[in-house]
């Protein structure tokens, strides 16, 4: 089952905010972040494994909330770079080498103008 | 480090014709994963790979489509009898192994078309 993610698209002016949120409707063991620009592959930014766990990364940071299965990504003070499409991806570790297939959620489109 | 490489970047085909893209995972990485994306739609899992392993073919078309990871050379995503519907891009993955730790290196992708 795909995660959900809301909102699908948002537009700031830099400096704004923003929240965005990852839900699934399966147990979550553990969520990445990536962000896509248009026409480029996507790029990682984080995981969170913990319930509770938060994490930073310059100004974008995500936490992670067992209970709802649900994970939300923070993006302060944005800048024009961080325009992109943003996905969050839940899966569980499979096997012997850790490997982990990830199901990507419906995807976030971020727009920051100045 | 080169990164993840995946060519060709661009593939056209004609209906009927066959696709091979290719992909080499960064140094170190064992694990490969092969991803589908329609225009302005999410990624899609298609099939996990070690070397000389599917690990997992779950998201794999049960027709027309295969994928290898020899003990030598690149990971080959197979498409034949190409379709119309086959049009996306391609993007592959690759990681050292536990994905609790290490996030995924996606490649530029190879962008299919099919005409």
């Known amino acids: 089952q795909q995660p959900v993610q809301s909102p699908q698209a948002v537009i700031l002016r830099e400096g704004e905010d923003a929240v965005i949120n990852c839900s699934s409707s399966k147990a979550l063991y553990s969520v990445h972040w990536y962000r896509q620009k248009h026409g480029e592959a996507p790029v990682f930014l984080m995981i969170l494994l913990k319930g509770g766990e938060q994490k930073g990364h310059e100004k974008i940071s995500a936490s992670f909330n067992e209970k709802k299965q649900q994970s939300s990504l923070y993006l302060t003070a944005s800048q024009l770079s961080y325009s992109g499409t943003y996905f969050c991806g839940t899966g569980k570790t499979i096997l012997t080498g850790g490997g982990n297939k990830l199901t990507f959620g419906t995807g976030t489109q971020l727009k920051v103008e100045l | 480090n080169a990164g993840v490489m995946q060519n060709p970047r661009h593939l056209v085909r004609r209906r009927g014709q066959e696709a091979r893209l290719r992909c080499s995972p960064m140094k170190g990485h064992s694990h490969v994963y092969w991803y589908r994306q329609l225009p302005e739609e999410g990624l899609k899992f298609m099939v996990y790979l070690q070397k000389e392993n599917i690990i997992d073919e779950s998201g794999m078309p049960k027709e027309r489509f295969s994928a290898e990871f020899p003990k030598e050379g690149p990971s080959i995503l197979r498409i034949q009898q190409v379709v119309r519907g086959d049009s996306a891009a391609y993007f592959c993955?690759?990681?050292?192994?536990?994905?609790?730790?290490?996030?995924?290196?996606f490649g530029s992708g190879t962008r299919l078309t099919v005409v």
């Open positions: 993955a690759s990681s050292p192994g536990d994905t609790r730790i290490y996030g995924y290196t």
